[in-house]
């Protein structure tokens, strides 16, 4: 086995712990620690309806900037207390720029309309209003969306 060989190991052990960390971060901080009911009922207002009607189209940023920000130190608490007693090999680059992704995607995710626009347009108009049987095809995609977001940003993370 070469140098290059454990260096490439070494990566790959890296990326799978970064990945498994910001998995789990992002099951805390989605659902549990990172978002107040006020954040939740509010990060994508207003309503196609509502802005017809004269509301305000910025109106719920703040609640969704503020479900972004508590997300992410939720996600940072958690990459910090695993890297107490595991030394990942973290640049603050790959760090800033991972998160970075993170906040961003989050956020525009968070809104609802670009799921739901996605859906549309991917020919899955009825998964993106499937609301029984315990199914709920808007919140399944926004999971697997912001799943596929974490995925890039350990990849930032990992080897910036």
Same mark, same amino acid.
């Given at each position: ?8 190991? $070494? ?16 099951? @805390?901080? %989605? ?24 509301? %305000?189209p910025h109106r719920g940023w703040r609640a969704c900037l503020a479900h972004v920000a508590q997300y992410h130190l939720v996600m940072a608490a958690v990459l910090a207390l695993v890297r107490l007693f595991i030394p990942l090999p973290l640049s ?5 720029? $991972? ?18 626009? @996605? ?14 049987? $315990? ?26």
């Open positions: 086995m070469t140098v290059h060989d454990i260096e490439r190991i $070494g990566t790959l052990a890296a990326f799978g712990a970064v990945w498994a960390v910001l998995a789990t971060g992002h099951a @805390l901080a %989605d659902h549990v620690f990172g978002q107040t009911d006020h954040q939740a009922a509010n990060k994508a207002a207003p309503t196609r309806a509502e802005v017809a009607a004269g509301a %305000d603050p680059t790959g760090t800033v720029a $991972g998160f970075a992704w993170s906040m961003t995607t989050h956020a525009w995710l968070d809104r609802r309309w670009p799921v739901r626009w @996605l859906l549309r347009h991917l020919a899955s108009a009825a998964f993106a209003e499937l609301r029984t049987a $315990g199914m709920n095809g808007m919140y399944l995609a926004d999971q697997a969306l912001h799943k596929g977001a974490l995925l890039v940003a350990a990849v930032l993370v990992t080897r910036l």
